[in-house]
């Protein structure tokens, strides 16, 4: 892709974006979870056949996917690239507030998905254990590279263990056609969690150990009794004032 091109596509995604009711439209979609066109028009504050029309858009700029269920359409975000771009725009906007289910700021802040990976104070919490820790390097001895410009990470020889133990398959995620491990900005917390295919193979291993359980009606996640045992048990995490 030539110069000219890349700039041309960058205006037009930023173009399609910048309208409000898309806007409403992608945010809503950030909990992972696909929905109608009829629900995305009720969302954007628009008529069903505006709708259709912003969908179309944002489906010809690859910023969402569509799944056909019988007679139903769903719409999703395309992929991780385009939640944290939403993700990043929010801290730029200096947005505070609940994305999806404003009933609930608190615990939105305390946990909850941004797409498929975990946010919030606990996705920070644990992302900050990991590189203190030294599992994940932006700049790995032995000739092995992240790269820090992107926010990616590599693996330290500890990490493969230490994550390997909590239950994610590493060999697995790697395969995954899609960046490995990198830092994605926190709307809440102006700080970095884990993005990227390891970032939400974590989040399915502790969601299997019961440590979190998710909300039916919203992007939060609640951590359980033995979640917090395990976290402070084996990270010293503890989070206080999550409800």
């Given at each position: 892709?030539?110069?000219?091109?890349?700039?041309?596509?960058?205006s037009?995604?930023?173009a399609?974006?910048?309208?409000?009711?898309?806007?409403?439209?992608l945010?809503?979609?950030?909990?992972?979870h696909?929905?109608?066109?009829?629900?995305?028009?009720?969302?954007?504050?628009?008529?069903p056949?505006?709708?259709?029309?912003?969908?179309a858009?944002?489906?010809?700029l690859?910023?969402?996917?569509?799944?056909?269920?019988?007679?139903?359409r769903?719409y999703?975000?395309?992929?991780?690239?385009?939640?944290?771009a939403?993700?990043?725009?929010?801290?730029?906007?200096?947005?505070?507030?609940?994305?999806?289910s404003?009933?609930?700021?608190?615990?939105?802040?305390?946990?909850?998905?941004?797409y498929?990976?975990?946010a919030?104070?606990?996705?920070?919490?644990?992302?900050?254990?990991f590189?203190?820790?030294?599992w994940?390097?932006?700049?790995?001895?032995?000739g092995?590279?992240?790269?820090?410009?992107?926010?990616?990470y590599?693996?330290s020889a500890?990490?493969?263990?230490?994550?390997?133990?909590?239950?994610?398959d590493?060999?697995?995620?790697?395969?995954?056609?899609?960046?490995?491990?990198?830092?994605?900005?926190?709307?809440?917390?102006?700080?970095?969690?884990l993005?990227?295919?390891?970032?939400?193979a974590?989040l399915?291993?502790?969601?299997?150990r019961q440590?979190?359980t998710r909300?039916?009606?919203?992007?939060?996640?609640?951590v359980?009794?033995l979640?917090?045992?395990?976290?402070?048990?084996?990270?010293?995490?503890?989070?206080?004032?999550?409800?």
């Amino acid at each position: 892709m030539t110069a000219d091109l890349s700039d041309a596509r960058i205006s037009d995604i930023a173009a399609a974006i910048a309208e409000p009711a898309r806007t409403r439209m992608l945010c809503s979609l950030m909990d992972g979870h696909a929905r109608t066109s009829t629900e995305l028009a009720v969302v954007g504050e628009v008529s069903p056949s505006t709708a259709s029309a912003h969908l179309a858009k944002l489906r010809e700029l690859h910023l969402l996917r569509m799944y056909a269920q019988g007679k139903h359409r769903y719409y999703a975000l395309a992929d991780e690239h385009v939640a944290a771009a939403l993700e990043a725009l929010m801290v730029v906007a200096g947005m505070r507030m609940p994305v999806f289910s404003p009933t609930t700021p608190g615990r939105l802040q305390h946990a909850r998905t941004c797409y498929d990976h975990m946010a919030g104070t606990l996705g920070v919490a644990l992302h900050d254990h990991f590189l203190g820790a030294g599992w994940l390097l932006a700049d790995a001895p032995d000739g092995v590279h992240g790269d820090p410009d992107r926010g990616d990470y590599v693996v330290s020889a500890e990490g493969e263990t230490a994550l390997a133990d909590l239950g994610v398959d590493m060999a697995g995620t790697r395969k995954l056609r899609r960046r490995f491990a990198c830092a994605c900005l926190d709307w809440s917390m102006r700080r970095p969690h884990l993005g990227g295919a390891l970032g939400a193979a974590v989040l399915t291993a502790i969601e299997a150990r019961q440590w979190i359980t998710r909300d039916l009606d919203s992007r939060a996640l609640r951590v359980s009794r033995l979640g917090e045992r395990e976290l402070k048990a084996r990270w010293g995490i503890v989070l206080a004032g999550k409800d």
